[in-house]
T-cell receptor, first 113, second 116 residues
Framework: DAGVTQSPTHLIKTRGQHVTLRCSPI?????VSWYQQVLGQGPQFIFQ???????GRGNFPDRFSARQFPNYSSELNVNALLLGDSALYLC????????????FGSGTQLSVL | KNQVEQSPQSLIILEGKNCTLQ??????????LRWYKQDTGRGPVSLTI?????NTKSNGRYTATLDADTKQSSLHITASQLSDSASYIC???????????????FGGGTRVLVKP
């Protein structure tokens, strides 16, 4: 079975642009969470979606938004990019809304110039 | 504020040697504590998960310990290999009632470099 897949793997944008990152969870997993990991730091929680509804939101500005599709894949959108948005964006899937089993994708490395 | 602090920030060890990484947390109430291994540019991979009632858990050459009274955990790597070079992240999950949204609290990680 395929693991959590994220696309693209790398992305370069300029300030003010917007970006869409995509995530496909493990087959059968209904929960998708997004995390931002700045170089040298641990991941920070951005959003969780379960059964296509937002179930949790971290301390991020409204420029960050996400959604989950009927097939449980998810998109993370970031508008008006800032230099500080440069980070590794991780997607994690889980079979339950709250549970121990959390599987991460390899991430999308976003560089904002 | 819930926090997870890890030490050291980084360390270098020789292949075949052992090392121990530390994690202190203030998350309360607490459900479980996890150790993840993260290779550079990759997503974290789970090594161990311990609930508050467990004191130790092993996964091959990795052994995690937990003292819920002092809110401390350690990860011991035995007979290190070059492939152990990675960041090791301590992650604490609040009680299930508060874990909605998978609001896990991540430590900053310890970067381990194993040299031949």
């Amino acid at each position: 079975d395929a693991g959590v897949t994220q696309s693209p793997t790398h992305l370069i944008k300029t300030r003010g642009q917007h970006v869409t990152l995509r995530c496909s969870p493990i087959s059968g997993h209904k929960s998708v969470s997004w995390y931002q990991q700045v170089l040298g730091q641990g991941p920070q929680f951005i959003f969780q979606y379960y059964e296509k509804e937002e179930r949790g939101r971290g301390n991020f500005p409204d420029r960050f938004s996400a959604r989950q599709f009927p097939n449980y894949s998810s998109e993370l959108n970031v508008n008006a990019l800032l230099l500080g948005d440069s980070a590794l964006y991780l997607c994690a899937s889980s079979p339950e809304r709250v549970g121990e089993k959390l599987f991460f994708g390899s991430g999308t490395q976003l560089s904002v110039l | 504020k819930n926090q997870v602090e890890q030490s050291p920030q980084s360390l270098i060890i020789l292949e075949g040697k052992n090392c121990t990484l530390q994690c202190n947390y203030t998350v309360s109430p607490f459900s479980n504590l996890r150790w993840y291994k993260q290779d550079t540019g990759r997503g974290p991979v789970s090594l161990t998960i311990m609930t508050f009632s467990e004191n130790t858990k092993s996964n091959g050459r990795y052994t995690a310990t937990l003292d819920a009274d002092t809110k401390q955990s350690s990860l011991h790597i035995t007979a290190s290999q070059l492939s152990d070079s990675a960041s090791y992240i301590c992650v604490v999950s609040p009680s299930p009632e508060r874990a909605a949204g998978n609001k896990l609290t991540f430590g900053g990680g310890t970067r381990v470099l194993v040299k031949p």
